[in-house]
């Protein structure tokens, strides 16, 4: 088969699998490094012409990261289009088997270690209340519903705006820093903070530095993410 993936943690699955498939990914697909497949753009700006000039059999996207126009284009030429939707660990290694079995390969290894993993994690202890600003200028968190909300409530983190109605909403600094948390979660993506720009804004909070790839990616990297973030968690 050729595919073209429109998501990281697609790109990393599949190549992960069976990185021969892949013929286009976005610019944004850092995992595995030295991918050989063509760049087609970014996840919310693909080069549709670029895309259908590969002749893919399967273009694999994500219902939040790619936009309905570019996928009703690829259809309407007609590309194969297989659009997931992750918003919980369970969901994320149903779609994980979904998407590599329709690319033709057999469950690999990985994806029953990333459900071992996160099913060996021990049971947490006190909760600790947190918000999960994942951009600044203006300042956005996680809210309700989230694929990263979830992970961290299985880690024993407790999302602070997790029944807010929206799922990113944008918050003023001051209410964010009056909400009544513990922790600030500073991811380095999709906003990349660090130790220099982030933990100033919440002088009252202790500041856990996460890797975003494994917060917010499910591919591979699930593996490794109860550990790492276990361990930037404390």
């Known amino acids: ?41 970014g996840t919310k700006n693909p080069d549709v012409a670029a895309v259908l000039a590969l002749r893919p059999d399967l273009v694999v996207a994500n219902e939040e990261e790619n936009r309905a126009a570019d996928l009703a284009a690829l259809r309407s030429a007609g590309t194969e289009v297989l659009v997931t939707e ?7 290694l149903t779609e994980l088997a979904r998407v590599l ?41 996680l809210g309700r519903d989230t694929f990263a909300g979830d992970l ?16 990113y909403p944008r918050v003023p600094l001051a209410e964010l820093n009056a909400a009544g948390a513990d922790l600030v979660v500073l991811p380095d993506e999709p906003y990349r903070f660090t130790a220099d720009d982030g933990p100033e804004a919440f ?31 404390r």
């Open 101 to 141: 079995a329709a690319c033709g390969l057999p469950r690999p290894r990985w994806l029953d270690e990333a459900g071992e993993a996160w099913a060996a994690l021990p049971a947490p202890g006190a909760r600790c209340r947190a918000v999960v600003p994942v951009w600044r200028r203006p300042w956005m968190v």
């Open 203 to 233: 002088p009252a909070l202790p500041a856990a530095l996460v890797d975003g790839r494994y917060l917010t990616w499910y591919g591979p990297s699930l593996v490794r993410a109860p550990a790492a973030l276990r361990a930037a968690l």
């Open 86 to 92: 992750v918003r919980t660990l369970d969901r994320a």
């Open 152 to 167: 961290l409530a299985r880690l024993g983190v407790e999302n602070v705006y997790a029944d807010h109605a929206e799922r």
């Open 1 to 41: 088969m050729r595919v073209v993936s429109l998501v990281p943690s697609l790109t990393e699955a599949v190549a992960a699998t069976a990185p021969g498939l892949l013929v286009g990914v976005t610019d944004w697909c850092t995992h595995p490094a030295g991918l050989a497949a063509a760049r087609i753009g």
